[in-house]
C-alpha cells in the first residue's frame, strides 16, 4: 500500500519518539482494519517501537482477543466509547507493549443509524498507569477510505499525545 507522504512523515516522527522514549506500541482496531498498524511498520526501525496489533472486526473477535465483554458490547455497541476504552486495556493486557491505542467506528458507506450515523469515530490511548486518552470523531459520511485515514491521524495524534505527557 502507498501512503501519503504526510501520513508517512507523522509515522516516522511518531516511531522515533516512541524510541527516544523507550516505549512500545499495541494497537487494537475495528473499523480500520490494520491500517495503523500497517501505517506504523512501514518505518524502518518500527519493530522496536511496535510490539503487535490486533485486527477485531467482529464482536467475537473483540471478545475472544481483547476480552471485551460482550454484555459490555450488547450495551452501549462496539462502537462506543465504553468498547474503545475496553479495547485499548485488552490489548494492554494481552501485548507487552508499554501503550496502546484502539479504534472502533462505522466507515460505511452503510452500517449507519441516526444514533450512530457514518463517520462516527471512537478511540483510546492509555499506557499500563494512568488515566486513558478518549476521543469522539465525528467525520461524516465523506467515504470509507477517508473515514479509516482520518481516523488513523487522529490516533497518531493520540498516542503523541499520551507519550508527552
Known amino acids: 500500500m502507498s501512503f501519503p507522504k504526510d501520513l508517512i512523515a507523522a509515522a ?30 512501514e518505518i524502518p526501525g518500527s519493530s522496536h517501537a511496535f510490539e503487535r496489533g490486533f485486527v477485531t472486526y467482529s464482536n467475537e473477535a473483540k471478545s475472544e482477543l481483547l476480552g471485551v465483554g460482550l454484555e459490555m458490547l ?3 455497541g462496539a462502537v462506543s466509547e465504553e468498547a474503545a ?21 462505522i466507515a ?11 463517520g ?3 478511540l483510546a490511548c492509555m ?3 494512568g488515566p486513558p486518552d478518549l476521543s469522539k470523531l465525528e467525520l461524516g459520511n465523506r467515504g470509507r477510505s477517508e473515514i479509516r485515514l482520518a481516523a488513523v491521524v487522529h490516533a497518531l495524534e493520540l498516542v503523541r499525545r499520551q507519550l508527552e505527557r
Open 12 to 41: 516516522e516522527d511518531l516511531v522515533r519518539l516512541l524510541r527516544a522514549r523507550r516505549a512500545t506500541l499495541v494497537t487494537a482496531e475495528s473499523c480500520t482494519g490494520g491500517l495503523l498498524a500497517a501505517l506504523v511498520t
Open 74 to 76: 450488547a450495551r452501549h
Open 85 to 105: 476504552r475496553a479495547m485499548a486495556a485488552g490489548a494492554l493486557e494481552r501485548s507487552r507493549a508499554s501503550l496502546s491505542v484502539s479504534i472502533t467506528g
Open 108 to 118: 460505511g458507506p452503510g452500517g449507519g443509524t441516526a444514533e450512530k450515523p457514518v
Open 120 to 122: 462516527l469515530v471512537f
Open 127 to 129: 499506557r499500563r498507569a
